[in-house]
């Protein structure tokens, strides 16, 4: 058993209708890139002692870790999940229906840099982000976080260690090149207060002060 076992094993909460969600995602052949149980259940953990109210997914893939967030969020908070891919959006929207928890998300379709300068026409705030997408969008998607940002907002993002890419200096790899931009900047930003939690994947976690 793994440390990560051990702990779904003891302290888990990921029931049937994410379960088969995850299964879903997988049988449809998307990348099996959901985001860990454990990241899952830390999220929703995380908006929960934020008070969080608005949060902005970069990266809908299926909608695992949406129904995660959306089920942490009050009655009246809301989800907004941007996403690349129609077809992933879709499926995500009717994972959310199954979870009963759709009523709380918007889709925005299309390119994530685009629908971004869109929110910010919009004066859209977020007081938590989960940067989940393209590994070499991730230092932009951080710089847009910060702008869209509400004091104390906080900012997760997945797969921060990349498979341990991060841990080499191979200059070849453009996806770990980014990932090791974004957590440096992440690190050293003066909005920021930052973090590694080296577990699953690596999630980095931020807070915006400021
Ligand atoms: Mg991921």
Known sequence: MTRE???????????????????D????????????????????????????????????????????????????????SLEINPDYADVARRNLERAGVAHKATYRIGPAEDTLARLEQEGARFDFFLIDADKPGYPAYLEWAVRLAQPGA???????????????????DESAAAIRRFNRRMAEHPRLVSLLLPA???????????
């Open 154 to 172: 906080v900012i997760a993002a997945d797969n921060a260690l990349l498979g341990d890419a991060v841990l080499s200096d191979d200059t070849a």
């Open 5 to 23: 076992e051990y702990a779904l094993a003891v302290f888990g909460t990921e029931d049937d209708i994410l379960r088969a969600v995850r299964q």
């Open 25 to 80: 995602i997988a049988d449809r052949h998307m990348p099996s890139i959901s985001v860990h149980p454990g990241i899952g259940q830390l999220l929703a953990w995380l908006i929960q002692l934020s008070g969080s109210r608005h949060v902005l997914e970069i990266g809908a893939l299926g909608g695992y870790s949406g129904i995660w967030m959306a089920r942490a969020l009050p009655e009246d908070g809301r989800l907004t």
């Open 200 to 210: 699953y994947d690596g999630l980095s976690l931020a807070r915006v002060v400021t």
